[in-house]
C-alpha cells in the first residue's frame, strides 16, 4: 500500500466514523484502474454483533451494511476522497461477511487512479 492508497484508507475510516458512528479498525486499500478496493475488518458495533446472531437481524444488518452505506455516499459525496486524488466519484460498491466481520469496499472514480498514483 502506497502513501495515497492509505491516506485514503484513513479517510474512508473518518468518513464512516463521522457518518456512521464507527469506522472499520483496519483498512487496507488498492488502487486498481479507476477502483479504490478497501479491505476492512473489525465493522461491527457490539450491538451489531448482537443483532447478527440472530437469523432474521442479520438480514437486516447485511443490508444496513450494504445499501444503507451506499446512500450514505450518495447523500454525502465524498469530497475529501475526491480532493485527494483530483478524481471524481462515480459509484459504490458494498460488501460485507457479517460471520467472519470483514466488509469490501470498491469505490469508483471517473478517472485511472492506480495510474496516477503507482510508485
Given at each position: 500500500m502506497n502513501k495515497v492508497e492509505?491516506?485514503?484508507?484513513n479517510?474512508?475510516?473518518?468518513?464512516?466514523?463521522r457518518h456512521?458512528?464507527?469506522?472499520p479498525r483496519e483498512i487496507r486499500t488498492t488502487f486498481c484502474k479507476h477502483w479504490a478496493i478497501c479491505e476492512m475488518e473489525g465493522n461491527l458495533s457490539p450491538v451489531e454483533?448482537?443483532?447478527?446472531?440472530?437469523a432474521d437481524g442479520k438480514q437486516a444488518l447485511r443490508s444496513a451494511r450494504t445499501e444503507m452505506v451506499k446512500?450514505?455516499?450518495?447523500?454525502?459525496?465524498?469530497v475529501e476522497m475526491e480532493k485527494?486524488?483530483?478524481a471524481n466519484f462515480v459509484d459504490l460498491f458494498v460488501d460485507i461477511d457479517?460471520?467472519?466481520?470483514?466488509?469490501?469496499?470498491?469505490?469508483?472514480?471517473?478517472?485511472?487512479i492506480e495510474?496516477?498514483?503507482?510508485v
Open positions: 492509505a491516506e485514503f484508507g479517510l474512508v475510516k473518518a468518513f464512516r466514523k456512521m458512528g464507527k469506522g454483533k448482537f443483532i447478527a446472531s440472530a446512500e450514505m455516499y450518495r447523500l454525502h459525496r465524498p485527494l486524488l483530483g457479517l460471520d467472519k466481520d470483514i466488509g469490501m469496499s470498491i469505490f469508483v472514480f471517473d478517472e485511472d495510474k496516477k498514483f503507482s
